[in-house]
């Protein structure tokens, strides 16, 4: 499912054709994006097993030393006992979601995941999807702070092994140094000429309102989650559920 928050003028349907051939498309101008993970309802998904959230702005890499595989991030969960996954963010928030130097490239347990691709299980879907509040935070922002607290079942993981870019971020931090040519061959191309020289990527129009994203978290008792998302560190390696189930066991 594909859902497009522009108007008609300014992203035409016939550019969406390829999608609508394959995907089910949806436009709703004006909507934000935790109206539409609102839309996302427990009862759409009752036969899947996963959901899968991916983000407009992000460039997921399908060669290379860190592709982004599906199969093999699902494999992950299954093999650790996690419920919630997601690839290293280069361009994302936090320094303990990017990707790690040398060969580091265990997944870690992580006690909140910035949204950009993540994966699912059924059952943290639901929990994620009973957090939203789409009258008073209609962004969403602020999801990834209270995973932890409002739902302490689902086990999170950052898999190092592949990484993906948030273009707004990356694209400017890769344009204000020298190309590695990783980022040569896959984000130079994606720029418009403009954008290559303003080092930016236009924005996504969903602005995080602080004051709603701040009463969200008061309203759902995780402001320690805030913290340990936005200056924590990645937890252990895990790679299967023993090692996940005595990762998560807090210290006597």
Known sequence: IVHVYEEEGALPSEELEPLSAVCTVHRRPGFRWGMFLALIDPGMIRRHTHV??????????????????????????????????????????????????????????????????????????????????????????????????????????????????????????????????????????????????????TKTRNPCVTQAMFRFIKDRNCSEGRLRVKYGKPGPCVAQQSSVASAVQPPP
């Not at 993540?118 to 602020?142: K, Q, Y």
């Not at 140094?177 to 290559?196: F, G, Q």
Request: hydrophobic share 40%; aromatic share 6%; charged share 20%.
């Open 52 to 201: 899968a959230i991916l983000l407009d702005d992000v460039f997921l890499p399908s060669s290379g030393p860190r592709a982004v595989s599906v199969p093999h991030l699902l494999e992950t969960m299954d093999a650790s006992g996690s419920q919630a996954i997601s690839p290293a963010i280069r361009g994302g928030s936090y320094p303990s979601q990017k990707p790690l130097p040398g060969r580091i490239q265990c997944p870690r347990i992580m006690p909140g995941l910035e949204i950009f691709l993540t994966i699912f299980s059924r059952s943290a879907w639901e929990c994620v999807h009973s957090m939203l509040d789409i009258v008073h935070n209609p962004g969403g922002c602020g999801l990834d702070y209270c995973l932890s607290a409002w739902c302490p079942e689902v086990i999170a993981l950052i898999d190092h092994s592949a990484e993906i870019y948030h273009l707004e971020r990356a694209l400017k931090s890769a344009m204000s140094r020298p190309l590695t040519p990783t980022e040569r061959a896959l984000i130079l191309p994606l720029a418009a000429p403009a954008d290559r020289r303003t080092r930016t990527l």
